[in-house]
Structures are given as structure tokens and as C-alpha cells.
């Protein structure tokens, strides 16, 4: 014992003075002596006692030799102590002291030591055997029980890769694959081991980032991004790249993925007071249901899409275009085939089951990826869509290396034998179809979302959802045409509201339509197939979209975030360069009707007058001849004019609810679930600048919540609101404070109380909700103070409408929401008219020919 405390003191008062030499041969010196020690001390560590007292000196050693190795690496060449560190192999001393201790300062102070000799660059090092040995031997051996000695090991394994990427010559020192003789002596057959065995022994390096790569934190992103970078190496290596495709790569990294997805469960839903609910969503009778408030996925979900997301990062990465093929084949077979589907196919639509789950996650994996290949397996796949990949891989098995060869062969073989059921049944298509005629409303909107995503990220799926009709492209229709279509849409916005501030709320929603349109046209020119981009016609018998209109028939009683993932669809399809707005939108040009002109002169050539008339002449057409959205959406209209025409102050009711859902960002008196929104939850945002067009944006977790049908605050100062519920005129303020004040709260209770009543949707018996037709309701309500509707939370307990009823106040929002739709529509459809050219100056004689027809 007194000869560990004779060492112990002798190595403090060393520590205590400076380890740095005034000349590079006394910096080694003391270098070599402090590994000496290290030697000493690992020979003389098999004695049971002064274990401790060991392990501290063993420690301090390190250190000093981390420090001279740290100052050395930033000063200027030569460096002999880090030659000599290679030389002298003392990284295998490091590793075993370190893994013999147990000790974690140890272990971080033998990281330090190794990260310092992967970063030098010296040679001997991180292209030596022993080095990647002694390496290996202390990430799989440590005791990683805290999570930064994890990070620090791992960040280990992520400095080997890159060092690898950068010089690829030094991977034989990691990597030393079997030769074709050793396999088959391994396998004891006559022909070589086949694609998806395990081989540890040939890239440890390999495995122990495999290993780590689900992980979270710092160690799933050192092993990630480590791992990418040796899968990059492959296509510099044709050895890496053959034993990528015969080891179990890909097997590990579907089945992995296929096992974060099992440990999903069901939706969940925040249910406590304090969650937060959009602006919009609050002012509605669903503002306590569950759909009001976005799905808790939990940590599980992010563990899946950090995976997913690493498989994207794989295969963009990768350049060998075998090794990405091996990657989509497992994928396909592993997950596809073997899980998503069966999981797609096998919810359930019940009561708490399922199914809204599983379309959830879909659309959170269609929102997250980019990467063409993987959406198009995907999609190719869940939709049964008609494939190339099968053709091409005839063609290509000629070029197929061996390994490749093998591993197709016994991936193929795999997923008969599994004998799974074949989207060519029942595919996506059908799934949406039942998923927008379920009785669950959290079914119908994880089906609306999914369709969103579908044809706003994915558009060349677009046909594949919303069937068109073959070789029908759309007409182009005059100038004319588009200016009458578009007066009747707004002529339906201006019935349900005369907005002073008209004008600048279209030209807001111009600017959004031509943004997207914009991106659209990006998205068309990476098109693979040029003919696939001529806008065809909608089936007017196709299921999904019959579907679509028989929810948009419900508006009024429809879930507000249901209406607006409704909303969000039909502009999705209105914005698809794929699809025209011919017959579902707008009137099939083959159906308008010009008045007869002539258009002849002297020399028989038209004359420019008669040219400049045609091309402004507005038509006119059948009412049987009426698109089918259209008629759906002049019914709601209609339906809103009956309810102003019964109701003495119903404009007023509208605008004052438009003016409530546009004010800024505050939190909503007198609701008891909800306290602060803040702006990023909420369906309400800022007051755009002028001149800046909104950007739509599809949020992963909200879906239409956050970004979409955002009611915008185009509220102008030159509105009166002499008359609204919702502000007090000065005209009938009372002199003493305490009886206006009296009054105030009065008139607030009525208000809540007339909005929190059921309203009689039935257009043929329309009355005032408290069933008082005479004009002494709309008194009262004069008097509301400036935040009385702001209380007009509806209360389940004491409200709640019966199925397919609404009360006041949510009707009134769905009516602002209709408007802004609208709007929203028209905007659309006069970009369209400009960027897809689908209006113009028409030849002399075509609306002639039309109107022969």
C-alpha cells in the first residue's frame, strides 16, 4: 500500500506542473515516460488490492498524455509525440485500462485519447489493424450506462467513417470481407453463401453503427450520419459494394423500420384544460372533442420518422444504384408488403379502433419524404398503380452483378412464400373511399388530410386518387369565358357578404394561387413522362369525388376542421397541373353559348373589331349544364340567403364573427378549456404586410390547422359597426357607468345564450333560434359589449347539438369559412387561367363553332 501512495504522491506533484517541454525531444521524452507508466500499470494491475489507487494514476496518466497530444496537434510539424503514439501501440494499453477500471472518467478520459489520434491524420493510426481493433474492442466492451460516455463512443465510430469517406485506402484496415473460398467452407455447400447473412467479423464498424442508428440524441446522430458516409464509400469499393448487397444491410435496416412502426398504438388526444385549440376551432361546437386538438403521437413516433428520414438520407447518398435497388426491394417486400399494408388493410373503423391511426401515420410519412424513389414504392405500391419497375428489372437482370442477382432472387422468393394480400384487391384508393364515408370524424379527417398531401406533394399520383377521363384535355376557353366564370363565383362570395375590402382579400388570395401554381409548374418539369402533364377531365361518376361533394352538401353542420380539410382537398385538386377544372368547376367550353355574329369583310378575312369582340364575348350557358361543385356550392349560397332573408341581423351576426375569427392573437374569455393560444396553433394568423403573398403551409402534426384556410385579417377601418352584437354604439351608451355596465353584462348573456341555442338548418321553416320572428331579438343585442362574443364558447354540458344540428355560432362560422372559400376558388381558378394558359385570345370562328353546336 505505501508503495501505491509513494506513486500516487509522486504523480500529484507531477500534475501539478506543466507537462509542455521547451523543445519537441523533451516534450517526447516525458511522453514516452508517461507511457512507460501506463505499461507499468497495466502489468502490475493484476494484484486485488490498491485496485483504486491504480485506476486513479492510470487516469492521470491519460490525461497528460491527452494534453501533449492536444497542444502538439495544433502547433506546427513535426509532431514526434503522436508519431510515437502509433509507433509504440499504446491505444491497446488505453483500451484495456479503460474497459478493466470500470470507471467512467476513465472511459471519457480514453475517448478524448482516441478521437485526438483519429483527428491527427498521422499515419500508423486510423490506418492500422490494432488501432481498429483496439477501437472496436472498447465501444462494444465499455460499460455505456451514461448517456454522454454513448455520445462520446459512438462520435468514435462517426470519425472512422468520415475518415473513411475522405481517403477510402484506409478502409482495408476496417473492412476485410471473406473471399469466395471462405464462404463456402463457412456454409458447407457447394455454391456461395447468399444475399442477407450476417457477417460481424467482416465490418464490425459496421455493425456497431447498426447497432446505434434508432437511437436518439447524440449517439443515433453520430451512428446515422456515420453509416452514411461508409454506405457512400461503397461506390468507390467494389468489395464494400458487393458485401452490401450480400450481408444484411438492407434486412436490418427494413426490419428495424418495420419494428418502430409496430410500437405504435392508437391516436391520443390532449384532454386537459390547458391544451391548446385554434382560434377557429374554439368559436365552433367542437372546440372539447378530440379532433379539435392534433393527435399526441409521442416518442415513439419520432423515433419512426428519424428512422424514415435516415432511410431517405441512405439512399440519396448512396451512388451505387445496386445497393439503392437492394434498399427498395427490402423496403418494398420487408415493410410494405410485410407490414404497412397489413396494418392499412387490417384497422379497424369502430369506435376507438384503428383505422384513423394508420391513415394518420401514412400521412405523416407522405408529408416527411421527399426522396422520388421511396415515395414512388410507396405509392406505386399502396395505390397498385401501373409500375415500370418490373419491366426494368427484366431488362437489367443481364447487367446484374452475381450478388444482386442472388439477393432479388431471395427477396423474391421470400414474399411469395409470405403470401400477403395484393393492393390489386384493395388499394389505397379504396381505403380513402370508405375512409371518407365512415361515421368517425377523426377517420374522415385523417382520410382528408392523407388525400391533401397525396396531391399537393406527390401530384403525379394525382390521377391515381381522382380518376380523370382518358385522352379528354381540357379546351382553352376565351377571355370572355373566364371573366363570366369568375363573375358567377364571386357573385356567390359577394350573396353570403358585401366586403368593403373585396378587393384587397382577393388580390391576397391571387398572390397565394400564383405562388403555388409557380411551384406547381417546378414540380411538372421533373415529370419522367412529358405527355403525362396535359390537364385531363374529372369522371363525373368517380366515387372519391361524389364523396367529397356529399360532405361539402353537410357544410353547415359539418366540424369546422373538418370543413377545412375538405376546403383544403377540393384547392388541392383545383391546383393540380393534372386536372382540369372543366365540368366539376367550371362549365365545359363545348357547352357555351355565343350570341351570332358575322366575321366578314371585303377581302374574306376577319375584321379586327369582330376579332377583338369574339375574344371579350361572355357566354352564357344551360343551367343543366352547371359543374357539379359548383351547383353544390350555389345551394349553400341559397341556403344563406334564405337565413338573411328570415333573420333581421344576420349580416350582421356574419360580419361580426369574421371581424372575431380576424383579430389578433389573444386568448378566449370564458372558456374554461383554453387559456393562451399562441399564434403558431392557432387558424388565425397575423395581418400579412402588404404586398407579401401567404405562403400555405401543411404542418405534420395539424395538418389544415396551422396554415390553411387561415382566416386572414383583411378587417378595414371603413367598416361600420353601428349595429353589430359585438361593439357598443356610442349612441346608446348610458350616462351612469354602473347601469351601462349592468347592461353590458346583460346584453353578454344574451348573446351567448342565443349563439350556444340549435339552429333549425331546414331552409323551407327557417326562424330565429329562441323562435322569435319579430325584430326585439336583434335589440339586445346592440348593447353586447366589445368582447361578448369572445365568451360564446359553447358549453357541452349545458349545449350540445344533436347529430346533424349546429347552433348559431358555429353555423355563423362555417358561413365565414364558406366565404373565404370562395374567394380562396376564384383566385384560383383566374391564375390558372394565366399560368396554365388556360384562357386566351382564341382563333376567329371558335365561339361560332360552339355556338352551332
Excluded at 483496439?134 to 450506462?145: I, S, T
Excluded at 392499412?344 to 391511426?357: F, H, P, Q
Excluded at 358561413?815 to 382564341?842: C, D, H, K, N, P
Aim: glycine share 4%; net charge negative.
Amino acid at each position: 500500500m505505501d508503495f501505491w501512495s509513494r506513486i500516487i504522491g509522486g504523480s500529484r506533484s507531477l500534475s501539478t506542473k506543466s507537462p509542455r517541454a521547451a523543445s519537441p525531444t523533451e516534450r517526447l521524452t516525458a511522453f514516452k515516460r508517461t507511457c512507460n507508466t501506463l505499461q507499468q500499470i497495466w502489468r502490475s494491475n493484476n494484484s486485488p488490492t490498491g485496485e483504486q489507487a491504480a485506476t486513479v494514476h492510470a487516469r492521470s496518466c491519460i490525461e497528460r498524455l491527452n494534453s501533449v497530444l492536444s497542444d502538439e496537434s495544433r502547433g506546427p510539424a513535426p509532431h514526434p509525440c503522436l508519431a510515437y503514439a502509433a509507433s509504440s501501440q499504446i491505444f491497446v494499453t488505453v483500451t484495456k485500462l479503460a474497459l478493466s477500471s470500470y470507471d467512467e472518467a476513465m472511459l471519457r478520459s480514453a475517448t478524448v485519447f482516441f478521437n485526438t489520434l483519429i483527428d491527427s491524420e498521422v499515419d500508423g493510426v486510423v490506418d492500422n489493424r490494432l488501432f481498429a481493433r483496439a477501437l472496436v474492442d472498447l465501444v462494444r466492451r465499455a460499460d455505456k450506462q451514461s448517456e454522454d460516455i454513448e455520445g462520446r463512443l459512438v462520435e468514435l465510430l462517426f470519425g472512422v467513417s468520415n475518415n473513411i469517406r475522405l481517403q477510402p485506402t484506409i478502409l482495408p484496415a476496417w473492412f476485410a470481407p471473406r473471399s469466395d473460398d471462405q464462404d463456402i467452407e463457412a456454409s458447407g455447400a457447394n455454391e456461395i453463401e447468399f444475399a442477407g447473412t450476417m457477417r460481424k467479423d467482416d465490418f464490425p464498424l459496421f455493425y456497431l453503427l447498426v447497432e446505434y442508428v434508432h437511437h436518439a440524441g447524440r449517439a443515433g446522430d453520430f451512428a446515422r450520419t456515420g453509416l452514411l458516409y461508409l454506405i457512400e464509400t461503397a461506390s468507390r469499393s467494389k468489395d464494400l459494394e458487393r458485401w452490401l448487397i450480400e450481408s444484411d444491410l438492407a434486412t436490418l435496416m427494413a426490419t428495424g423500420l418495420g419494428a418502430l412502426y409496430s410500437q405504435l398504438g392508437n391516436l391520443s388526444y390532449g384532454s386537459d384544460g390547458e391544451s391548446e385549440i385554434p382560434h377557429i376551432i374554439a368559436h365552433s361546437d367542437h372546440a372539447r372533442q378530440e379532433t379539435a386538438l392534433p393527435p399526441m403521437l409521442g416518442v415513439s413516433m419520432d423515433s419512426f420518422m428519424a428512422y424514415l428520414l435516415f432511410w431517405q438520407d441512405t439512399i440519396d447518398h448512396c451512388k451505387s444504384a445496386e445497393v439503392v435497388a437492394t434498399l427498395l426491394d427490402h423496403f418494398q417486400v420487408l415493410f410494405l408488403e410485410q407490414l404497412l399494408y397489413p396494418s392499412l388493410l387490417e384497422s379497424s373503423d369502430v369506435e376507438g379502433g384503428s383505422t384513423a391511426a394508420v391513415l394518420t401515420y401514412l400521412y405523416r410519412i407522405l408529408a416527411s419524404i421527399d426522396q422520388e424513389d421511396l415515395v414512388h414504392r410507396i405509392l406505386h405500391f399502396l395505390l397498385a398503380s401501373p409500375s415500370d419497375l418490373d419491366t426494368q428489372t427484366v431488362k437489367k437482370t443481364k447487367n446484374m452483378s452475381a450478388s444482386r442477382r442472388k439477393s432479388l432472387d431471395v427477396l423474391t422468393a421470400f414474399s411469395e412464400e409470405a403470401a400477403r394480400p395484393s393492393p390489386s384487391l384493395f388499394n389505397l384508393r379504396d381505403l380513402t373511399l370508405l375512409g371518407l364515408r365512415s361515421s368517425n370524424r377523426q377517420t374522415v379527417l385523417a382520410t382528408l388530410r392523407l388525400l391533401s398531401v397525396v396531391l399537393q406533394r406527390h401530384p403525379s399520383f394525382a390521377r391515381s386518387l381522382i380518376r380523370t377521363i382518358s385522352g379528354h384535355p381540357a379546351m382553352q376557353r376565351n377571355v370572355g369565358a373566364l371573366n363570366a366564370e369568375l363573375g358567377k363565383l364571386l357573385s356567390m362570395a359577394t350573396a353570403i357578404m358585401n366586403e368593403p375590402t373585396l378587393d384587397e382579400s382577393f388580390g391576397n388570395y391571387l398572390k397565394d394561387a400564383s405562388w403555388i401554381l409557380e411551384s406547381r409548374r417546378c414540380i411538372s418539369t421533373s415529370e419522367k413522362n412529358p405527355t403525362e402533364i396535359v390537364a385531363l377531365e374529372i369522371r363525373q361518376d368517380d366515387p372519391i369525388v361524389r364523396e367529397l361533394l356529399n360532405c361539402l352538401e353537410a357544410f353547415f353542420t359539418n366540424s369546422v376542421i373538418v370543413n377545412l380539410a375538405l376546403t383544403e382537398v377540393l384547392m388541392s385538386i383545383a391546383s393540380s397541373h393534372l386536372v382540369a377544372l372543366d365540368g366539376w368547376l367550371l362549365v365545359d367550353p363545348t357547352k357555351y353559348k355565343y350570341a351570332k355574329s358575322s366575321h366578314s369583310s371585303e377581302d374574306g378575312l376577319p375584321d379586327i373589331l369582330e376579332q377583338i369582340h369574339a375574344i371579350y364575348e361572355e357566354p352564357t350557358w344551360s343551367p343543366d349544364d352547371t359543374p357539379t361543385l359548383t351547383a353544390v356550392l350555389s345551394r349553400l349560397v341559397a341556403q344563406v340567403q334564405n337565413w338573411r332573408n328570415t333573420i333581421e341581423d344576420f349580416d350582421i351576426l356574419v360580419a361580426a364573427r369574421r371581424d372575431l375569427l380576424h383579430e389578433e392573437d389573444e386568448p378566449v374569455p370564458g372558456s374554461s378549456h383554453q387559456n393562451t393560444v399562441p399564434s403558431s396553433a392557432r387558424g388565425s394568423v397575423d395581418r400579412p404586410s402588404p404586398g407579401t403573398p401567404r405562403t400555405p403551409q401543411l404542418n405534420a402534426d395539424q395538418g389544415t390547422l396551422r396554415g390553411r384556410r387561415d382566416i386572414q385579417n383583411f378587417a378595414s377601418p371603413q367598416r361600420s359597426l353601428i349595429g353589430s352584437p359585438l361593439r357598443e354604439p356610442a349612441s346608446i351608451r348610458s350616462p351612469s357607468p354602473r347601469g351601462s355596465s349592468m347592461a353590458r353584462s346583460a346584453a353578454a348573456d344574451e348573446l351567448r345564450k342565443r349563439l350556444a341555442t340549435p339552429f333549425p338548418l331546414d331552409s323551407q321553416s327557417q326562424s330565429e333560434p329562441n323562435g322569435n320572428t319579430d325584430s326585439t331579438t336583434s335589440a339586445p343585442t346592440a348593447e353586447a359589449p366589445a368582447d361578448a362574443e369572445d365568451e360564446a364558447i359553447i358549453d357541452d354540458e349545458e349545449q350540445k347539438p344533436e347529430q346533424g344540428s349546429a347552433t348559431l355560432g358555429h353555423v355563423l362560422t362555417n358561413v365565414v369559412v364558406l366565404y373565404e372559400f370562395l374567394l380562396e376558388i376564384s383566385a384560383m381558378v383566374q391564375a390558372r387561367g394565366t399560368l396554365f394558359e388556360e384562357a386566351g385570345f382564341l382563333e376567329i370562328g371558335i365561339p361560332a363553332q360552339a355556338n352551332a353546336e
